[in-house]
């Protein structure tokens, strides 16, 4: 075994394997946990290509041959890199760890879960009126919060798919919820452009109460902001990020190596403690202390119970339709 793995080191010498990626502390957390890993195996440099979620897509589809070897993407997104033809139909067999991939992260045959996380209400405890308490997502509606609440501007996908599910339907029947959704506007203090606008704005308390990324709360928690992530009884709205091959990419084997790598339970335990993500497998190592955490599933249990499931591919189809009816409806 050992000859044989000097050899592949040998052979891959002169390469380096190309990632696309969101920047910041995305960036970092697949370096730190999966790239860090991945070159002390193989002996290969990562390089990494940043940049958002839409703008990438953009790129890619305009590129005559792909700037990056793997691309991590958001799972609706990633539907639209399967459109366009970008990404490689993948072959489990080169990933031995797929196995051990929970269903909700087996999301096409093109592009597979990487972390998981949930949209959910978090809020400042110590400044919203200790009467109003988040147990359902109905909560949100609570006359108390009138001008408190912020959202994201840009991806409504989570607050039109749990007004639809609050008034009987479901994100495929968006429509039912519009009413709902109309009679939030009041408490709405703000709409952030980005993560870290979103932190911004409750960490100084000025939208005590947010729709935002578990992570991004925990992030903030363990900077000392005082900041809490409810589990309404409907469960929370699930988020996967995924990862896919481009297709044209010239250093495949090398791509599945760093897949398998990924989704190895010590690095799905890893990217657990360092950014309080679930993992996607289902013999990962978490500790008591983080599976306790709202959002963070570690048992089939949570997953078929709590997680708010929006159909991805629906999802990819009708995101500009959302956008575009919760900026004229809502924002303005």
Sequence with gaps: MLSSAIGAS?????????????????????????????????????????????????????????????????????????????????DTSRIPNYSHLVDAARISDYHIGSWAYVYSIGYRPDIVPPSVKFESWNDLWNPALKGRIAAPD??????????????????????????????????FKAFYTNDANGQQLIATGETPVQVLLSMNAYHMA????????????????????????????????????FMDIALSPEVQSKIVAYKKASPVVDNATVSPEDASLPGVFTTKEQWDTQAIVIDHKLRAEKTADWRKWFTENIMN
């Design 222 to 257: 363990g900077q000392g902001v005082n900041i809490k992530v409810a589990m309404p009884r409907e469960g929370a709205v699930l988020g996967v990020d995924t990862m896919g091959i481009m297709k044209g990419s010239t250093r495949t084997e090398l791509a599945y190596k």
């Design 154 to 187: 840009f991806d409504p996908s989570h607050l039109i798919a749990v007004a639809a599910l609050l008034s009987g339907g479901d994100a495929a029947t968006w429509e039912k919820g519009q009413d709902k959704l109309k009679a939030l506007k009041p408490n």
């Design 10 to 90: 040998a052979a891959w010498a002169q390469e380096e394997l190309v990632i696309s990626t969101w920047g910041g502390s995305f960036r970092d957390l697949i370096e730190e946990n999966i790239g860090k890993e991945f070159t002390r195996q193989t002996g290969v440099p990562v390089k990494y290509i940043t940049g958002g979620t839409i703008d990438r897509l953009n790129k890619a589809k305009l590129a005559s041959r792909p700037e990056s070897d793997i691309t991590f993407t958001t799972s609706h997104i990633g539907w639209l890199y399967i459109d366009g033809g970008l990404f490689e139909k993948l």
